[in-house]
């Protein structure tokens, strides 16, 4: 019967925890940017949790640990599904909207269908080739 007690309190004052760290989460109110993942030079490498960041400087992905990558130089040059693969690495509904840089750098980044018209609002695109 102690037992049963012991065990109807711990769940208790779990509960209560849990509680109120959601009314923390709920108050402090949406995070800012878009959620996504992303991966650099594009086609290599892990894929890291971050969110793209839009201000009046320009886009840059903030990882989640770690330097935060300026895309103000880069341009979206295609929209695409992930593959098998990488379907098991990022979430299979997403899509990956590769960005290569004038230099010569490239990345890639996953975004939710939702956010994909918001992340191509805030990333240059890049320009058609002309018809001769």
Known sequence: MIELAAILAGAAGAGWLLRRAHL??????????????????????????GRVLAGPGGAQW????????????????????PSVREGMSINPGSRIVACAYGGGGSIEIAVMPPDLGELLGSLPQAEAPQAP
């Not at 709920?26 to 890291?48: K, L, S």
């Not at 903030?62 to 599904?81: I, K, Q, S, Y």
């Open 24 to 49: 923390r989460r709920v108050a402090a109110g949406p995070a800012a940017g878009i959620p996504c993942m992303a991966r650099t030079p594009a086609g290599q490498g892990r894929w890291r949790v």
């Open 62 to 81: 903030v990882p989640r640990r770690g330097e935060p990558v300026d895309l103000t130089g880069g341009r979206a040059t295609g929209v695409r599904a």
